[in-house]
Nanobody, 121 residues
């Protein structure tokens, strides 16, 4: 019913930048919030950044001042700008959307397939 398609991952040197995108499509009535999570090998998935429909944001302490989340509500798309990347940012980054379907008024969480970000030292 809903697909989240991520793009923009890759290999970058420490200090470099990347921009991730995640587009939601399908039987969507509205999107409440969107966010980015990441999971490094051997570690639990953790919240990186989150943005509400009104534009309020919050970030993990480890990325504050380096990463910026934004969204285009008209395109159902969320972005994550990653600056001053560090080797410890290496992980699979997952997009998340909390949304209402056209078919009902219940909240659902959907996830993207993940995109690899690798930062070399």
């Amino acid at each position: 019913q809903v697909q989240l398609v991520e793009s923009g991952g890759g290999l970058v040197q420490a200090g470099g930048s990347l921009r991730l995108s995640c587009a939601a499509s399908g039987m969507i009535r509205s999107i409440n919030s969107m966010g980015w999570y990441r999971q490094a090998p051997g570690k639990q998935r953790e919240l990186v950044a989150h943005i509400t429909s009104g534009g309020s944001t919050n970030y993990a302490d480890s990325v504050k001042g380096r990463f910026t989340i934004s969204r285009d509500n008209a395109k159902n798309t969320v972005y994550l700008q990653l600056n001053r990347l560090k080797p410890e940012d290496t992980a699979v980054y997952y997009c998340n959307a909390n949304l209402l379907l056209i078919s009902d008024y219940k909240n659902y969480d959907y996830w993207g397939q993940g995109t690899q970000v690798t930062v070399s030292s």
